[in-house]
């Protein structure tokens, strides 16, 4: 195997394990401009990425929906800044290059991005963004798709495609990996545990998907992914997470009711693969079958008190016969992950936000594929609680349709890293989960 491919598995394998921390996900001025409409309108909170009701019939409708008017350029701009602290400083293996062991400030993700209406029924969302933590531009983000709004036995349908790159980016609700609380979290966080292989794999496949959404209450949602090849992923500096054996196959099922005062959601989800970690290796593979169930709950009411509920569980049956098989660094084929999510939130006038959210992750026990856990297993569980402050972004506010920004204050607590209350770091030291406590300041800025 050559070293390139034998990091590849790792990257992955790191990335799966410890959940990597989410990069900043989006409310984009560009949609308000060509609609008309606030950002409150479509998000919980004046701003990204909880979607409303209305904000998720505008995905679903394809980006497309506009108020008429011409001259609209769909494209915009984000910055996400943050200082961060942990409890204890970093041991000199986990360090991230240019940064010290604690207390670092740094200018995490600019992007840039080509979202709005293209033609009729044809909208997009493609982010390309530059990271201040990594020192390297990518492509971040892509989602085009084309939908139609159709009559089937009596009830109103949407139908459509979309080209995307990534599981779980075309879902509408926030319940699921791309879209799901926390919104934006530090480079500079331990991250939240193992994560299914749906959640693993943004930037590094792409897939085309097919949707419907059934008289305002049935969304269901089939698709295909492939791997991207080595010479695209470096041209688009993206993560290589190993080559599909066939293709990777992802549903969603959601039955959504929307009562205006509030709507609720209940949903199923799933993914499989078979997954060959290193690509010049090819033949045996490690498979993967995701299966969810999700539910979420918005209390509206005048849009001055709004409550939300968003809850996921999903488990993941392994079979590592690459992985454990032929490479060695796992002890058994066999395993599995069960990982929960929950997160509730508080806003008043759209501009004050409270969000408290819990994360828990489990998996079997295996010494070599767990190898700074000390008891073999990487369960990981804790919480994080948030505030947060959206002065713009309603109808009326300063720099409205062309601005917005939130400021916020984030702290993550750990109950269990890797296996318990104490695990390896990288230079082999005992270290206590809560030593990885995070406080995060950040600031926010899209145009």
Not at 86 to 113: P, R, V, Y
Not at 162 to 190: I, V
Not at 345 to 369: E, I, K, M, P, V
Request: neutral net charge; proline residues 3%.
């Amino acid at each position: 195997m050559e070293v390139s491919s034998m990091r590849s598995v790792r990257a992955l394998a790191a990335g799966m394990l410890l959940g990597l921390a989410a990069s900043a996900a989006h409310a984009l001025p560009s949609y308000a401009r060509q609609t008309g409409s606030e950002c409150a309108a479509c998000h919980v909170g004046a701003f990204g990425p909880q979607l409303t009701p209305y904000g998720r019939m505008f995905k679903i409708g394809g980006y497309a929906d506009t108020d008429g008017k011409g001259g609209k350029v769909p494209l915009s701009a984000m910055m996400v800044a943050n200082w961060t602290r942990t409890e204890k400083d970093a041991a000199d293996g986990d360090k991230i290059k240019h940064f010290g062991s604690n207390d670092n400030a740094a200018m995490q993700e600019a992007s840039l991005f080509l979202a709005g209406r293209l033609a009729d029924n044809l909208g997009t969302f493609v982010q390309a963004t530059w990271s201040g933590v990594d020192r390297k531009s990518a492509l971040d983000q892509a989602d085009l798709r084309y939908a139609r709004a159709v009559e089937l036995g009596g009830k109103e349908t949407m139908f459509g495609l979309s080209l995307n790159s990534n599981p779980t980016l075309t879902d509408p609700l926030n319940t699921l990996g791309q879209w799901r609380f926390p919104y934006t979290a530090s480079d500079f966080n331990a991250g939240f545990g193992p994560s299914p292989l749906v959640e693993s794999l943004a930037s590094g496949v792409i897939g085309a998907n097919a949707y419907m959404f059934f008289d305002n209450h049935l969304y269901a949602e089939a698709g295909l992914y492939n791997t991207l090849s080595k010479t695209t992923l470096d041209r688009i500096n993206a993560d290589d997470p190993g080559k599909f054996k066939g293709v990777g196959k992802y549903w969603r099922l959601a039955y959504l009711m929307d009562r205006k005062r509030d709507n609720f959601s209940v949903g199923l989800s799933g993914f499989d693969a078979n997954l060959q970690p290193d690509r010049t290796d090819l033949g045996t593979g490690d498979k993967y079958r995701d299966m969810g169930i999700d539910a979420a709950y918005q209390f509206l009411g005048n849009r001055e008190h709004i409550f939300t509920v968003n809850a996921s569980y999903m488990k993941e049956w392994q079979t590592l016969d690459y992985t454990a098989g032929k490479l060695g660094e796992a002890d058994k084929r066999g395993g599995s992950l069960d990982q929960v999510r929950l997160a509730a939130s508080y806003h008043y006038a759209q501009t004050w936000g409270l969000t408290a959210g819990y994360f828990d992750s489990r998996g079997n026990r295996d010494a070599t594929l767990n190898s700074s856990s000390l008891n073999g297993k990487p369960n990981t569980s804790g919480y994080i609680l948030q505030a947060d402050w959206t002065p713009w972004g309603k109808e009326g506010s300063w720099g409205a349709p062309w601005a917005n920004v939130r400021l916020g204050l984030q702290y993550t607590g750990y109950e269990r890293f890797m296996g318990g209350s104490t695990f390896l770091d990288a230079d082999g030291n005992e270290r206590r989960a809560r030593d990885n406590n995070t406080t995060m300041l950040f600031m926010w800025m899209s145009i």
